[in-house]
């Protein structure tokens, strides 16, 4: 693929083993305009950057080097892995986000980023399970790409992960038993940041990011029926 580039000073130094890529990280900028976005992602005080940048245009900005380890994760964790920075490309969408006017993502910018995980896909052998939200990754701390980030468009076209509508519904529980179920599920999906057996505070973030990504239009934090189905139906694909 041909991309613009306007490369950041901000990676870490010594580059990594292409064969480490196992990720995609996808992000949205969070600022006013593309052009204050990339004064940040270039900025030696910031600290931070991505591979890529995909404008509303559907223009896509070649930031980091892929051999190199872009600032973009954080702190971090899925499945088995902790500092996705490490193993992941981070790709960032402009979009002002939650704080400044949070906006639909444009078709153009959507068909780009379409395109691009899949050339990156193929290109590390990255798995549909791999490819990820900052919010997934990093729940206690992000909402990025956040519910209106259109996650079902790219599972039609095998980027990421989806669930299989069942005409058998799954059985109603208990609130209790449907909590510690839900969270036995979120850890087989690759969640983290929660304890199975024990209520946190922070649990209400987890859910969150989970709805924001599955169940975008009851966005609520609560472990309804429908958020608890959708749970299983994710953890039934698995062993598909």
Known sequence: M???????????????????????????????????????????????????????LGNITNMVEDQNIAWHAGKSKWKNFENLNHSSVGIELVNKGHS????????????????????LKKKYKIKNSNILGHSDIAPLRK?????????????????????LEK??????????????????????????????DKKKYTDKLIVLAFQSRYCQNEVSGKID????EISQLLVNNLKN
């Open 2 to 56: 041909k991309f613009n580039r306007i490369l950041s000073p901000n990676f870490t130094k010594k580059p990594r083993k292409l064969s480490n890529i196992r990720h995609i990280i996808l992000h949205y900028t969070g600022m006013q305009s593309k052009g204050a976005s990339i004064k940040k992602l270039i900025s030696l005080n910031h600290e931070v950057s991505c591979h890529y940048l995909i404008d509303r």
């Open 100 to 119: 400044f006017g949070y906006e639909n993502f444009s078709n153009k910018q959507i068909n780009s980023l379409i395109k691009l995980c899949l050339y």
């Open 143 to 163: 909402k990025d790409p956040g519910e209106k980030f259109p996650w079902l468009k790219l599972s039609k076209n095998k980027i990421g992960t989806w669930y």
């Open 167 to 196: 005409k058998s519904k799954i059985k109603n529980v208990s609130k209790n038993k449907r909590r510690k179920l839900f969270f036995k599920n979120l850890s087989k999906i690759g969640y983290k940041y929660f304890n199975k």
């Open 225 to 228: 029926q429908k958020t608890f």
